[in-house]
């Protein structure tokens, strides 16, 4: 949606407003929250939400486990007195006990369903773990719900910000094409050209936490159980072994093609197409026939 701040005035009745209001009524939604008079920050942010969640008495609320949402959402439920899980891997419902959130336990060995006791229930989802709806253009456009957002939190103290060097390309949360570095490849050195290689099928760059624990490849291309949860139409893992905690984070893979020399990998267990054989040699292989 718009950036927080940075827009016009929200009571302009402008075709823009109605444009969004058109937008977030085909995707479900029924109320537009905003502002009444932006300050800005992230502490009036906090402020609008709890004002609507009191005004609408929602059964239950979800936000993202993105950095912002990490940042803000526990504060949001600190002040409405509510429980908060975090990080939850998907959502269910059950009968007896309405929204239970699905987190990891045991090293990824299991799921664990965790229920509410207050309510709204409320949690916070990693992106990439559900579904993206279709539109319904028959739905009306969305109420539009203004709050105050009155600073009534403690500021924070900035110590200092850290800005990590994103990966090129598309955004691997929306690229069609993934290619996966596992610690099968055998070292950094090949890291420039699984990059190659993605670069001319128009893909981008993940890796297993091993890879990413070695600084083989930055933290944010991370895929699995603690990083990025993708779904790409194609998946392909070089060099990849497929424990649990790798493959749930690629569950919404359309075709996984995995690569590697040892048949009792895992990564065939949760392969469309698998391939035994070396991985350096196999992404050799791939580049010559790129190049064309």
């Not at 939850?88 to 009968?95: F, Q, T």
């Not at 773990?129 to 900035?158: K, Q, Y």
Request: glycine share 14%; with cysteine; aromatic share 6%.
């Amino acid at each position: 949606g718009p950036a927080w701040g940075r827009q016009p005035d929200w009571r302009d009745g402008t075709a823009w407003s109605e444009e969004i209001r058109a937008e977030l009524g085909h995707f479900g939604a029924d109320y537009w929250i905003r502002p009444e008079e932006s300050s800005g920050t992230a502490l009036g942010a906090i402020g609008v939400l709890e004002s609507a969640i009191e005004e609408i008495q929602p059964a239950i609320a979800l936000g993202p486990a993105t950095s912002l949402g990490r940042d803000q959402l526990p504060h949001l439920a600190a002040r409405l007195g509510l429980g908060l899980t975090g990080d939850a891997i998907g959502v269910e419902m059950d009968p007896s006990h309405g929204l239970l959130a699905l987190k990891p336990a045991f090293g990824g060995q299991l799921v664990a369903p965790i229920a509410s006791r207050t309510l709204p229930a409320f949690a916070t989802l990693r992106a990439g773990v559900l579904d993206r709806s279709e539109p319904d253009r028959n739905r009306a456009p969305a109420e539009i719900l203004e709050f105050g957002d009155e600073e009534t939190l403690m500021e924070p103290h900035w110590h200092d910000f850290v800005r990590e060097t994103e990966l090129g390309g598309v955004d691997l949360d929306q690229a069609s094409l993934v290619i996966c570095a596992g610690f099968g490849l055998g070292g950094d050195e090949h890291m420039a050209k699984v990059t190659r290689l993605a670069e001319k099928l128009g893909g981008v760059v993940c890796g297993t936490r091993r890879v990413c624990d070695l600084g083989w490849l930055p933290r944010q291309a991370q895929v699995g159980l603690s990083g990025r949860y993708i779904g790409p139409h194609v998946y392909l893992g070089l060099g990849v072994r497929g424990s649990f905690n790798h493959t749930v984070g690629i569950r919404r893979a359309g075709t996984v093609i995995g690569v590697n020399n040892n048949p009792k990998a895992e990564i065939f267990a949760a392969s469309d197409l698998g391939v035994l054989g070396d991985a350096p040699a196999m992404l050799e292989a791939l580049l010559a026939v790129a190049r064309g």
